[in-house]
């Protein structure tokens, strides 16, 4: 069955990864549903969390393949029940005086951060699964949201 | 500390690279210059290294192709930026797909002008990167080194490939304290060699419960050297066998246990027993193309399946695998075999298989004739390096070349590319100059590479061009006539080319044959003349003189 499923790739940080991956993936027709991607603790060494569509056949062939670019280090299937899975959003809100009870209490129940205030504009940070970003932004659109911004997943296997 | 390093002397990335060359054994490139690549031509020059210069990037990277197929380590090929680097991409994709070690250098425009659309430059490696193993544009001068020594470390282990460096001039043309004890550095490559034992031991648990099982296998044989041990687990297990395209030439015909070639090109029986006799399917060395598979559904259906392979990633990629191997089938295959010699699989001799005879392709348009052609080839009883093109020769070609002198058959199978015929025989050759080469082409295939006729003259190599000439497209014919209710277009050439002329204005020699009992004489007169020649054989006229009609032979 189709689904989304979560594939985290251990690369070396070279000139052109990016280009390597997004290339296997394209030309394999795989459908990438987010892609992030970031330095790890390890110097020289960078971490893909790509969210693609498909069933277990087809994610096996994908990390089988993106295994297989020289640069590619690691690779690993992931599953919802043995890892944690994260995303991050901003977003820009237009406020005045009323919102600011509501917008408090929507702080509050997300644990969300301002981050800038000025001239009745407002910059919030959130940070949480993907389900709880969704509801976040069903929640801002009470307010006038001038700007946002979400990034993919970042995934890690629970445990050792 | 300082002394030391002072006395690394400092020599061009050209220079360096020529070193690396040869320190790499490698004694022949196959070339084209340009101005990007002026410097490692320089180099060259003074190298000892033998240059071979085709008239077309496509011509040389083929060569190199044909090279390392014949001996058996990466064939090395040289092209300057731009138009030099995007002919060569063909050749990559046939490379790529058949697992042909090549290492591919191409010259870039110097580094500071990279990305503003200066003359003669392309994004190489962007361009490239799906169609090669691996490639890399050397920017800095402590990467040459490396660089270097994994580009023909990785082309020529694991699943082996073509792998691609871009030197930017700046790169080759700059002095530079090269260490050449410079390590590669490949964390993230490490193929798999020796097979997993449980999934070996469960293999052959497999095999020993089976009633009719069969081996399917195909050119992966030839690129682990696994050949003998191939034979001897066959004979050990007694296990019938069925080829695909790319498995030429690894067991005779004649052989008691050779059932056939799967496929759409393949025999009938062949297909028949995988697909619903067998009750185990063995998979060696073969990526289960679509070519060979067909219907995936259909595949095997009967069978559990063993997949065998160095590359993980064809296992399971279009049909679903029971036992997974991962590993080199050298490697594997002695180690089964030692298993067996310990305790047998207890099959005495190969289950009987009923209606086993071997029906052949369709005798459709002069395929007699083509038949006649090469089982008069296969007579010649001498080492040959035969190469094919595409079309309709290539799959009889597979049937009736079946001289083991003259196999593997040097053949584009995975990117079907026409015009690969021709410079890949000059290429075996440059690998085994004591061993004439022999290039069967359609005329369709032979003009689109025809030019590189002219290097098997300047190298007086031993090389005949047998063109199977029906004045036409013959495999799009055919399939308008199976596909698209005979509704024949664009498969007709118009104006006849005379090969024989062709021939002779290049410096070479020409045969015109128009009927059948000229076919073997003159193939024989051909290949003892040891000077270039080209044979134009007139299916049509010569399936006349055998008084049979091009169009309705046999059918």
Sequence with gaps: MDQHQTITLEVEDKPGVLSRISTLFSRRGYNIESLTVGHTHIPGVSRFTIVVTGDEAILEQIRKQSQKLIHVLKTENLDKSQAVMREFAIAKLKYSGEHIPKINELVDLYGARMLDSRNEVLIVEFSGTEEKIEMVFKDLKQFKVLESIRTGKLAMRTGQ | ?555
């Design chain 2, 1 to 555: 500390m300082s002394d030391k390093v002072q006395k690394i002397q400092e020599i061009t990335g050209a220079k360096a690279l020529v070193k690396l060359l040869k320190t790499n054994k490698v004694d022949t490139i196959f070339g084209y210059p340009g101005g990007a690549n002026l410097p490692i031509y320089e180099e060259l020059r003074k190298s000892g290294i033998n240059h071979i210069l085709s008239r077309h990037e496509q011509g040389a990277i083929h060569m190199a192709d044909g090279y390392a197929r014949v001996k058996k380590k990466p064939g090395v090929c040289l092209a300057t930026s731009g138009p030099g680097a995007t002919n060569l991409v063909t050749g990559l994709a046939n490379a790529m797909l058949d697992s042909v070690p090549i290492v591919a250098l191409t010259g870039q425009i110097p580094s500071n002008m990279i990305g503003t659309d200066a003359f003669q430059e392309v994004d190489c490696i962007n361009i490239t990167m799906p169609v090669t193993k691996h490639n890399e544009l050397v920017l800095h001068a402590e990467d040459l080194v490396p660089a270097i020594k994994s580009a023909f470390h990785i082309a020529n282990t694991g699943r082996k490939g073509p792998v691609l460096l871009d030197f930017p001039k700046d790169v080759l043309d700059t002095k530079f304290p090269y260490n050449f004890q410079s390590e590669m550095n490949l964390p993230g490559y490490n193929p798999t060699i020796k097979g997993n034992v449980g999934q070996i031991k469960r293999a052959i648990k497999i095999l020993k419960k089976a009633k009719q099982p069969v081996v399917l296998f195909g050119g992966g044989i030839y690129l682990s050297n696994g050949i003998n041990e191939f034979l001897k687990f066959i004979r050990l297990a007694q296990i019938p066998v069925v080829r695909t395209l790319m498995g030429t030439g690894i067991i005779s015909e004649d052989d008691p246990l050779y059932i056939g070639m799967i496929g759409t090109h393949g025999n009938t029986i062949a297909n028949r027993v995988i697909n619903k006799e067998a009750d185990v399917v063995f998979a060696i060395g073969t990526r289960l193309g679509d070519r060979s598979v067909m219907k995936t559904h259909l595949f095997a259906k009967n069978a559990k399946i063993i997949h065998l392979d160095i590359d993980p990633a064809e296992i399971g990629k279009t049909i679903p695998i029971d036992i997974p191997i991962v590993g080199d089938i050298k490697e594997v295959l002695s180690d089964i075999i030692q298993r067996l010699e310990e305790k047998s699989l207890g099959i005495e001799k190969p289950w009987k298989i009923n209606n086993n005879k071997r029906t052949l392709l369709s005798t459709r348009d002069a395929a007699p004739v083509m038949q006649t052609i090469f089982s008069e080839l296969s007579e010649i009883d001498q080492n040959i390096h035969v190469s094919t093109d595409v079309g309709r020769h290539q799959m009889w070609a597979n049937h009736y070349c079946t001289n083991p002198k003259h196999l593997p058959l040097i053949t584009s199978g995975g990117l079907g590319t026409m015009g690969f015929g021709l410079p890949a025989a000059i290429g075996a050759w440059f690998a085994d100059q004591q061993t004439p080469v022999v290039s069967l082409s359609g005329d369709g295939s032979f003009m689109m590479n025809m030019q590189e006729f002219i290097v098997a003259v300047e190298n007086k190599i031993p090389l005949t061009v047998i063109i199977l000439n029906d004045y036409r497209l013959g495999m799009i014919r055919e399939l308008q006539t199976t596909s698209y209710n005979g509704h024949y277009t664009t498969h007709n050439f118009s104006e006849h080319v005379s090969f024989t002329k062709f021939a002779e204005a290049m410096g070479g020699k020409g045969f015109d044959v128009k009927s059948t009992e000229k076919i073997g004489s003159t193939i024989r007169e051909a290949i003892q003349s040891r000077v270039p020649t080209i044979i134009d054989f007139d299916l049509e006229n010569i399936s006349k003189s055998a008084h049979l009609s091009l169009n309705s032979v046999a059918s």
